[in-house]
């Protein structure tokens, strides 16, 4: 079975750091489009980030650029999402996703153009 897994949520300070990853099992991460989104308690689902395979561009939404950087280990199957500066408007449940190369990475992430999710992980920001 295709799947992913993420991992790293946890208790932060705002301010403080984070590291997400996203674990690929039966099948390679190298030939697929990789997106992070983002969703709160009575929020709907918003876009964080994306990595296209095919060109290597990356994209950040408005709220997270030049706080969070997505890439890569191909070594080990894996997609990260490193989170620094954290805010109280960060807190929510992060999923990652894939998708094919029909749809570019040119702009945040749409969640209809990603296929397999995983099951999330929680962050919470809190003093």
């Known amino acids: 079975q295709m799947a992913l897994v993420e991992a790293g949520g946890g208790l932060v300070r705002p301010g403080g750091s984070l590291r997400l990853s996203c674990t690929a099992s039966?099948?390679?991460?190298?030939?697929?489009?990789i997106g992070w989104f983002r969703q709160a308690p009575g929020k709907a689902r918003e876009g964080v980030s994306c990595?296209?395979?095919?060109?290597?561009?990356?994209h950040y939404a408005d709220t997270v650029k030049d706080r969070f950087t997505i890439f890569r280990d191909s070594a080990k199957n894996t997609a990260y999402l490193q989170m620094k500066d954290l805010r109280y408007e960060d807190a929510a449940v992060y999923f990652c996703?894939?998708?094919?190369?029909?749809?570019?990475?040119?702009?945040?992430?749409?969640?209809?153009?990603?296929?397999?999710w995983g099951q999330g992980t929680q962050v919470t920001v809190s003093s």
């Open positions: 039966g099948f390679s991460l190298d030939s697929y489009n």
């Open positions: 996703a894939v998708g094919g190369a029909a749809y570019v990475c040119e702009s945040a992430p749409v969640p209809h153009e990603y296929e397999l």
């Open positions: 990595s296209s395979y095919m060109d290597g561009g990356v």
